[in-house]
Every structure is written in C-alpha cells, then in structure tokens.
T-cell receptor, first 113, second 115 residues
C-alpha cells in the first residue's frame, strides 16, 4: 500500500528566504506526482504536476523535482512571501485499473514578514 | 479560468439522514473523483468515475455511499444514513486525461457536519 510522508510537518521562515519541502513515498510505481496548496478551510489548488518520466517542473518561484527510484520529491520555493503561507500537500498518482491520488499530511508553512 | 464548483459549502445534518453533495466538474473533463478529509487528517480517495460508471472505489466507499452523474454537468455524492464519523470536508475533483497525464483539479469542498 502506497504511503506518502512529508517532512517537516510545519515550517516557519522569514520573508525572502528560499525553502525546500520534502515528500517521500514508499512505492515507486507511480503515474505522476502533484503538489497542492491548501489554505485554511479551503480547497486544494494544484501547483505543479510531474509525470513519472520527468525529473522536474517549474512554475514561477516554484520548482518541484522527482526522483522516482528513491521515492522522493522536493518543492523548492524561492524568495518566500507572506502570501505563500499555507499547507503544502504532496500527492502521488497510482492505481492498477484506474487512477487515484495518495496524499501526504502536508507541511504547514508560515512566512513571517 | 475553469474551475470545479461544489455546493453547498457547508452542510449540517442529523445522524441517520441522507445527504447529497453536488459538484460541477470542469466542462471538458471526463474523469471525476471524490475525496474526503477528516479534520487534521490526510486527504483520502473515495471513488473515481468515468463513462458513467465507477472505475475504482476505496474501502471507505461502502454501500452507504453512491455517486451519480444525473445530467451532462453535475456529479453527485450521496451518503445514506449518515454517521458521526462521516463528518469531514468532501472534495470533488476532475481531470481531462487519465494516468500519467492526469492533473486533478479540486473544488473548494463541502464541509459536512453530522450531529
């Protein structure tokens, strides 16, 4: 059974700092990996999708990498801003006959002005 | 920008009652999903739906749950005889492609409170 772990559970950084969020998964047989942002009491906003054949994806200040063989992904956020404060969720796409996402518990990020 | 829309945003129901959670997926998407998140816990997969039938369901998705696409735009989750432990945020998601190319887009969620 696929398990997804995110470290750290919470992170507090001063504004402007670069930071890395970590995600690990137990089964490397994945279709893809998706990073989401979740604001308190809100839905999930897709940030980046990395297909299993890709190594990284970039969107603005965000860069996500994938090392499928070692079961790891990182989300790099450059020049953090207070508006980046949210919970960041990592999810891997798997499924034998269909497709489903298995989520980590998330990293709660606070960017201090 | 197209988005997944869920209604209601919050529903309170009494234990044992039936609830229907509604979703309007992105219009050109073919694959639909329901997930739930119990407060403080991980987001969990419930069911996937394609071509008017269930593709896969988790062990959570027992006979108490059902899904339906009653028309060309809506996708619903029905929970019969709700229990206290059904209290959670329920998310609908949709995607245009399957498998490796799947990028799932989620709605804002329906917070279900069973009292």
């Amino acid at each position: 059974k696929q398990e997804v772990t995110q470290i750290p559970a919470a992170l507090s950084v001063p504004e402007g700092e670069n930071l890395v969020l970590n995600c690990s998964f137990t089964d490397s047989a994945i279709y893809n990996l998706q990073w989401f942002r979740q604001d308190p009491g809100k839905g999930l906003t897709s940030l980046l999708l990395i297909q299993s054949s890709q190594r990284e994806q970039t969107s603005g200040r965000l860069n996500a990498s994938l090392d499928k063989s070692s079961g790891r992904s990182t989300l790099y956020i450059a020049a953090s801003q207070p508006g980046d404060s949210a919970t960041y969720l990592c999810a891997v796409g798997t499924g034998a006959g269909s497709y489903q996402l298995t989520f980590g518990k998330g990293t709660k990020l606070s960017v201090i002005p | 920008e197209p988005e997944v829309t869920q209604t209601p945003s919050h529903q309170v129901t009494q234990m044992g009652q039936e609830v229907i959670l509604r979703c309007v997926p992105i219009s050109n998407h073919l694959y639909f999903y329901w997930y739930r998140q119990i407060l403080g816990q991980k987001v969990e997969f419930l069911v996937s739906f394609y071509n008017n039938e269930i593709s896969e369901k988790s062990e959570i998705f027992d006979d108490q749950f059902s899904v339906e696409r009653p028309d060309g735009s809506n996708f619903t989750l029905k929970i019969r005889s709700t229990k206290l432990e059904d209290s959670a945020m329920y998310f609908c998601a949709s995607s245009e492609y399957p498998y490796e190319n799947t990028e799932a887009f989620f709605g804002q969620g329906t917070r279900l409170t069973v009292v």
